[in-house]
């Protein structure tokens, strides 16, 4: 018996081809009641195919059936796709008599009428349409399709992302900061220094990481570690955020524990206390002021490097030039000697001219210990309040040139109020001075 595939073949065959029907019957009567039979066993045999292929319920073009539809295809110089060919298999078991009389907009899988409407939009528009989503949401659309993917990936969205997302950041660091990779012209993408240094993604990552960090803290936790001594000073102490010191050594608080406090061993200089973490890592911290409490008090808007006691001036440097310089106090450079880590405190609700007027005193400090570079120095930027006005990471990491430090370093967003943010950064310190 001849297939059901190419039995429509038969019917309709080619105007090259020698009709089947010419020498046999001459009367036209005869003939056309021949061929009303044929008909009618074709769609008998239709019948049966789509009951035993159940076409209908299914999405699958098989069988014969399906390489006829190819052929027709090819005929219209069109590439058979899964699409097409469920489009053309319902409307060829509906009437196998308009398959060949089908419109070239059938054949064509981009049809504009199938097409979603957002795929016709013109790039710039579609690329304005994705500006508006955060990165997160620019991820999530990626997943959609190829040509999505493609649109969420473009340099220029990126870069307007990481610009607009960059003073959000409450935490920088050397190894997370867009502008160490924009002036050293890495090669990354603007994509993936924001994957790099984004807060949000660092804290997704530690969360996979979660079980592996816990079984390794668990195993460290057998090892002998020294308690690191670090080092308090800046500018943040002796301004509106000056209470950070009581609340951290004073004040019962959830956050740190206080163990012991111990004396000072360079001319009284270096006293403090012994803290502990909640979890469980203790370090010895000592808090360094540029006067007395009474000088704190009494006088304002004074000049801090002038009337600064752990830096004494410097009218000539050692090149012959006149510029001012400040240099530590002997007592001072003793204990920078047998420090771990520091921790300097801004007031991030003054003014970025503020702020960079007192790098001279980091650097100051840091200078002494520059052939340690496994030192860490930690930037406390704090506000009195949550409702304070902040300065942003990211100029703070500015006005300080952190970027020219030869050290590990760290900028943290911290609330004195509530000491938010507070032991995140101290817990830095104490596994950046375990890694030496």
Request: charged share 25%; net charge neutral; proline share 5%.
């Given at each position: 018996?001849?297939?059901?595939?190419?039995?429509?073949?038969?019917?309709?065959?080619?105007?090259?081809?020698?009709p089947?029907?010419?020498?046999?019957?001459?009367?036209?009567?005869?003939?056309?009641?021949?061929?009303?039979?044929?008909?009618?066993?074709?769609?008998?045999?239709l019948?049966?195919?789509?009951?035993?292929?159940?076409?209908?319920?299914?999405?699958?073009?098989?069988?014969?059936?399906q390489?006829?539809?190819?052929?027709?295809?090819?005929?219209?110089?069109?590439?058979?796709?899964?699409?097409?060919?469920?489009?053309?298999?319902?409307?060829?078991?509906?009437?196998?008599?308009?398959?060949?009389?089908l419109?070239?907009?059938?054949?064509?899988?981009?049809?504009?009428?199938n097409?979603?409407r957002?795929?016709?939009?013109?790039?710039?528009?579609?690329?304005?349409?994705?500006?508006?989503?955060?990165?997160?949401?620019?991820?999530?659309?990626?997943?959609?399709?190829?040509?999505?993917?493609?649109?969420?990936?473009?340099?220029?969205?990126?870069?307007?992302?990481?610009?607009?997302?960059l003073?959000k950041?409450d935490?920088?660091?050397?190894?997370?900061?867009?502008?160490?990779?924009?002036?050293?012209?890495?090669?990354?993408?603007?994509?993936?220094?924001?994957?790099?240094?984004?807060?949000?993604v660092?804290?997704?990552?530690?969360?996979?990481?979660?079980?592996f960090h816990?079984v390794?803290q668990?195993l460290?936790?057998?090892?002998?570690?020294k308690?690191?001594?670090?080092?308090?000073?800046?500018?943040?102490?002796?301004?509106?955020?000056?209470?950070?010191?009581?609340?951290?050594?004073?004040?019962?608080?959830?956050?740190?524990?206080?163990?012991?406090?111990?004396p000072?061993?360079?001319?009284?200089m270096?006293a403090?206390?012994?803290m502990?973490?909640p979890?469980?890592n203790?370090?010895h911290?000592?808090?360094?002021?540029?006067?007395?409490?009474?000088?704190?008090?009494?006088?304002?808007?004074?000049?801090?490097?002038?009337?600064?006691?752990?830096?004494s001036?410097?009218?000539?440097?050692?090149?012959?030039?006149?510029?001012?310089?400040?240099?530590?106090?002997?007592?001072?450079?003793?204990?920078?000697?047998?420090?771990?880590?520091?921790?300097?405190v801004?007031?991030?609700?003054?003014?970025?001219?503020?702020?960079?007027?007192?790098?001279?005193?980091?650097?100051?400090?840091?200078?002494?210990?520059?052939?340690?570079p496994?030192?860490?120095?930690?930037?406390?930027?704090?506000?009195?309040?949550?409702s304070?006005?902040?300065?942003?990471?990211?100029?703070?990491?500015?006005?300080?040139?952190?970027?020219?430090?030869?050290?590990?370093?760290?900028?943290?967003?911290?609330?004195?109020?509530?000491?938010?943010?507070?032991?995140?950064?101290?817990?830095?310190?104490?596994?950046q001075?375990?890694?030496?």
């Amino acid at each position: 018996m001849m297939s059901v595939a190419h039995m429509p073949c038969t019917v309709t065959s080619q105007p090259s081809q020698e009709p089947i029907f010419s020498h046999e019957y001459q009367d036209e009567t005869v003939l056309d009641a021949e061929i009303s039979n044929v008909l009618n066993s074709v769609k008998d045999l239709l019948k049966k195919y789509r009951m035993y292929s159940k076409a209908a319920e299914s999405s699958v073009v098989s069988g014969g059936l399906q390489q006829y539809l190819i052929r027709q295809l090819k005929r219209k110089n069109v590439t058979p796709d899964k699409s097409t060919l469920e489009r053309l298999q319902a409307l060829y078991l509906k009437d196998s008599s308009t398959v060949h009389m089908l419109p070239d907009s059938v054949y064509n899988n981009e049809n504009e009428n199938n097409t979603p409407r957002f795929n016709r939009l013109p790039v710039n528009l579609k690329l304005h349409i994705f500006s508006f989503l955060d990165a997160q949401g620019l991820c999530q659309a990626s997943r959609v399709c190829r040509g999505w993917c493609q649109l969420t990936s473009d340099a220029l969205l990126w870069q307007r992302r990481l610009k607009a997302d960059l003073p959000k950041w409450d935490v920088l660091s050397h190894t997370a900061n867009p502008k160490l990779y924009q002036e050293t012209e890495s090669e990354l993408t603007d994509k993936e220094v924001y994957f790099k240094c984004s807060p949000e993604v660092q804290q997704c990552q530690r969360q996979e990481l979660s079980t592996f960090h816990q079984v390794s803290q668990v195993l460290k936790s057998f090892l002998p570690k020294k308690a690191p001594r670090v080092a308090m000073f800046g500018p943040g102490l002796e301004t509106n955020t000056s209470s950070i010191v009581r609340k951290m050594l004073y004040e019962d608080n959830e956050t740190f524990q206080r163990i012991a406090m111990f004396p000072g061993q360079f001319e009284g200089m270096g006293a403090g206390m012994t803290m502990k973490l909640p979890s469980g890592n203790n370090f010895h911290l000592t808090v360094l002021y540029t006067a007395t409490k009474r000088e704190r008090e009494m006088t304002q808007n004074r000049d801090r490097l002038a009337t600064n006691k752990l830096l004494s001036k410097q009218k000539q440097n050692q090149d012959g030039s006149d510029s001012e310089t400040y240099e530590l106090q002997q007592s001072i450079k003793d204990l920078c000697h047998t420090l771990d880590a520091f921790v300097f405190v801004v007031d991030a609700s003054c003014s970025a001219e503020t702020v960079e007027s007192s790098k001279r005193e980091l650097f100051a400090m840091i200078n002494e210990r520059w052939l340690a570079p496994y030192v860490p120095v930690l930037v406390l930027s704090c506000i009195p309040e949550s409702s304070s006005h902040r300065l942003p990471a990211s100029d703070v990491v500015l006005a300080l040139d952190l970027c020219e430090l030869n050290r590990p370093w760290l900028v943290r967003d911290a609330v004195v109020d509530s000491l938010s943010g507070v032991e995140k950064g101290i817990q830095w310190i104490v596994d950046q001075s375990q890694h030496k």
